[in-house]
């Protein structure tokens, strides 16, 4: 079983790393009102510093939305939801490969990044 196109395409778009695609997750099944850093970070264990982050992003792709210093689950559009549902249906049986996208993602992002250093003669 492979991963759908129209999942690859959202992982690559919306998500860098697996802190932003576990927050998705979790702030989308609700188990709490909202969250904020400190209380994803615990769900995540990661640190408060990098839940933030994580959550800032998710706000700033329209994935989330903010009041203070609270997130709740709010997508842009309906094909969004549709697509973090598919993400939440594919992640609990292809956990390797999509984790395995998203850190080749990253890879590529830095050799694409180290394409542009100068190096001495």
């Not at 927050?23 to 209380?39: K, M």
């Not at 994935?63 to 309906?78: A, D, F, I, V, W």
């Not at 850190?103 to 992002?109: E, F, I, P, Q, T």
Request: with cysteine; charged share 30%.
């Amino acid at each position: 079983m492979s991963i759908p196109s129209e999942l690859s395409e959202f992982l690559t778009r919306y998500i860098d790393s697996i802190a932003q695609l576990e927050a998705l997750l979790l702030i989308r099944r609700g188990t709490e009102a909202a969250w904020t850093a400190e209380s994803a970070a615990r769900r995540l264990y990661v640190s408060e510093r990098e839940a933030g982050e994580a959550l800032a992003h998710l706000k700033a792709c329209e994935l989330l939305q903010r009041q203070g210093g609270e997130y709740t689950y709010s997508p842009q559009s309906s094909d969004l939801d549709r697509l973090v549902d598919l993400l939440e249906q594919h992640y609990k049986s292809q956990l390797i490969p999509i984790t395995n996208l998203i850190h080749s993602k990253r890879r590529r992002v830095r050799e694409f990044a180290d394409a542009f250093k100068l190096k001495k003669e």
